[in-house]
């Protein structure tokens, strides 16, 4: 797929979810107050578990960093003791 084709298959996808969100919230059974309050909540709580992924993939990458950092000291160490 060339990347122009999957630019407008993005788009699509894109302009298809905005056209399902907006016709969820027109034909939503509740008031606007109540749909603002619940879309508040997600937006909250979405907001909170990308904070909690973001920490963890942060911890896991500070981890790794640690591990390539010891492995390639420990590779200069015993290069230099067999040259």
């Not at 907006?22 to 603002?36: I, K, V």
């Not at 997600?42 to 950092?69: C, G, N, P, Y």
Request: hydrophobic fraction near 35%.
């Amino acid at each position: 797929m060339s990347d122009s084709n999957h630019g407008e298959s993005l788009a699509a996808f894109l302009f298809g979810g905005v056209v399902g969100a907006a016709l969820a919230l027109l034909f939503a059974p509740c008031s606007g107050e109540e749909t603002r309050r619940r879309l508040g909540g997600w937006i909250d709580e979405s907001r909170k578990k990308t904070r909690e992924i973001l920490d963890e993939e942060r911890e896991a990458f500070r981890h790794k960093k640690e591990q390539v950092q010891a492995a390639w000291q420990a590779g200069k160490k015993a290069y230099e003791e067999n040259s």
